[in-house]
C-alpha cells in the first residue's frame, strides 16, 4: 500500500528548529517539575488511596477540609481528585501516611479516612476501592523501573552500535532519551501520576521508536552504497522519503489503538494511554528530526567516506588508448 510516491521533502532543513523546540519543551518540563514536582502514584510514593461514591454531588473543597480534620498535621499532604465520570460522583483521595505494613492494621489508614467523612455530615457515599502500598515496596518499585529503564537504554545503544555504526547508535539513543524527556515533560505539565502503567507505556514507546529508527537507518545503510557520491544530507532526506509511507501507516494505526485506549479505557487507563499518545507522536517525530539529525551532524555534509575513496572514473588519456591498443601485423605482399 503506497501512501506518498516520489516524494522530495527535505526533513533536514527543519532540524536545526526541530532541536529548538525539543529543547524548549524539555527546559519547561524540567522548570515545572522543580517547581511542582513529579506526581507519584500510589506504587512508588506508597501511601492508602480511597475512592469513595457519593449519592449527590461534593465539592473538593468540602472533602479536603474533611481529610483535614481526620489527619492533623498530615491532612494537607493528601491528594484529593474526582475519578471516573463526573456524573458518578466519584472522589480519589490519597494519604502518603500508612498504618504498620503487617496485618490487619493495613486497613486503618483507609478507615480514617472513611471515618473523616462520615465525621463531617457530608453526602451518603460508599467505599467502592482501596489500594494500600508500604513505603519499602514503592522505593522497591521505584529503583526497579530506574533499572529496567537504563538497562533497556544500554541494551539499545550496544545493539545498534554493533549492528550499523557508532553515529548511528548514538543517534538512536539521544531520540530515545529525546522521547522520554519530552514524555516526561508533558506528563508534568498534564500533572498525570507516574504509576507502574505509565513505566509501561514509556518501555513500550522506546522499543517503538527505536523500531522506527532502525527502519531509517537500514534505508540509509541501503543508500550509501549506490549513492556513494552524494553528500549525507541527500542520503539521509531520500531515505526517509522512502520510508515515509510505512512510517505513517505504523504510526497512524498505533495512535488510534492509543487514542480508543484514551476515550473509551476508563480512569485507569487514562495515564498509560496519554503516555502512548504522547510517546507515539514524538518518537515518530524523533526518528525523522532527531537521530537523522544526529547522524548528519556527526558524519557531516560531504560526499560519504566510501565515496571518498573511490576510484575516481576518468577518460583514458592518448598514451593510455596507445598502450591498451593491440599492434596490427604486417602483411607481406606476394
Known amino acids: 500500500m503506497h501512501i506518498f510516491k516520489n ?14 523546540v525539543s529543547w524548549a519543551i524539555i527546559i519547561a518540563g524540567a522548570v515545572v517539575s522543580f517547581k511542582r514536582g513529579i ?24 472533602v479536603r477540609v474533611a481529610i483535614d480534620k481526620g489527619f492533623p498535621g498530615g491532612g494537607s499532604q493528601a491528594v484529593i481528585n474526582t475519578y471516573g465520570d463526573p456524573a458518578q460522583h466519584q472522589v480519589m483521595i490519597r494519604v502518603p501516611t500508612v498504618g504498620a505494613e503487617s496485618g490487619t492494621s493495613l486497613s486503618s489508614t483507609a478507615e480514617q479516612v472513611e471515618g473523616a467523612l462520615k465525621r463531617a455530615s457530608l453526602a ?10 508500604g513505603s519499602s515496596v514503592g522505593e522497591e518499585l521505584r529503583s526497579r523501573a530506574l533499572l529496567a529503564t537504563v538497562f533497556s537504554l544500554a541494551g539499545l545503544l550496544l545493539y545498534i552500535a554493533f549492528r550499523f555504526q557508532f553515529s548511528f547508535g548514538l543517534g538512536a539513543v539521544v531520540a530515545t532519551v529525546h522521547d522520554l524527556l519530552i514524555t516526561l515533560a ?43 557520491r552524494d553528500s549525507m544530507l541527500h542520503v539521509i532526506n531520500v531515505s526517509v522519503n522512502q520510508t515515509l509511507g510505512r512510517t505513517v501507516i505504523t504510526s497512524g494505526t498505533a495512535l488510534l489503538t492509543a487514542l480508543a485506549l484514551f476515550f473509551f479505557g476508563g480512569e485507569v487507563l487514562h495515564g498509560f494511554a496519554f503516555t502512548m499518545i504522547v510517546g507515539i507522536v514524538t518518537g515518530t517525530y524523533s526518528s525523522v528530526f532527531i537521530a537523522a539529525a544526529i547522524i548528519s551532524f556527526w558524519r557531516g555534509t560531504a560526499p560519504t567516506r566510501a565515496a571518498a575513496h573511490a576510484p575516481a572514473m576518468t577518460s583514458p588519456g592518448p598514451q593510455q588508448l596507445q598502450r591498451k591498443t593491440k599492434p596490427q601485423k604486417k602483411v607481406r605482399a606476394s
Open 7 to 20: 516524494t522530495n521533502f527535505d526533513f533536514l532543513k527543519w532540524r536545526v528548529h526541530a532541536i529548538i
Open 39 to 62: 506526581p507519584l502514584g500510589i506504587e512508588f510514593a506508597g501511601g492508602t488511596e480511597v475512592i469513595v461514591q457519593f449519592a449527590q454531588p461534593v465539592s473538593i473543597q468540602s
Open 124 to 133: 451518603n457515599f460508599n467505599r467502592i476501592g482501596t489500594e494500600i502500598v
Open 186 to 228: 508533558f506528563l508534568t505539565f498534564f500533572r498525570y501520576d507516574m504509576t507502574l502503567n505509565v513505566i509501561a507505556a514509556i518501555l513500550t514507546i522506546t522499543g517503538f521508536s527505536t523500531n522506527d529508527t532502525i527502519v531509517i537507518f537500514d534505508r540509509i545503510r541501503e543508500n550509501l552504497r549506490s549513492m556513494r
